[in-house]
């Protein structure tokens, strides 16, 4: 049993949560998961995640994605993974214009960071950061084959 709840919290942006939720769930293939998993992930704006960034990582500066393993088993729902993501839309917006990418490939990008975070990949150490960073490139380049990441962002 996988869950995945998508909330946008950051209103300036519209997104098509189901779309990302979509997009999450096939991303999860590429990691070892539990058989029971509960997923949040939270789009933000930069001052919500720069608060988050300086309370649990002691940097006063928003950043792209957080992810927390809240720990499992959930009380209520016992054997059951549960992580929450917390990711940066105004980031995101930024970064595409830095790296030369779609807002919606960014955001991708950083659903699949979350994601692997949860599951036991790290950047802190250069051979860390280089094995997540191929893994992460592989999972977006099979999903951009398979899937119009366009679709992420709602245009009204």
Known sequence: MI??????????RPLDEAFIKRLALKALPFVKVPEKVQIEIVILDDKRIRALNKKYKRADR???VLSFDIGGPVPSKPGTFFGVIYISSDTASRNSKVFNTSFDEELVLYVIHGILHLFGY??????DRLKMSKKQERIL???CTKENLSRVSTRR
């Not at 869950?3 to 300036?12: A, E, G, Q, T």
């Not at 790290?122 to 051979?127: G, L, M, Q």
């Open 3 to 12: 869950r995945i709840r998508v909330d946008n919290l950051n209103s300036s």
């Open 62 to 64: 928003p950043t792209d």
């Open 122 to 127: 790290e950047d802190e150490r250069p051979k």
């Open 141 to 143: 380049k099979i999903l």
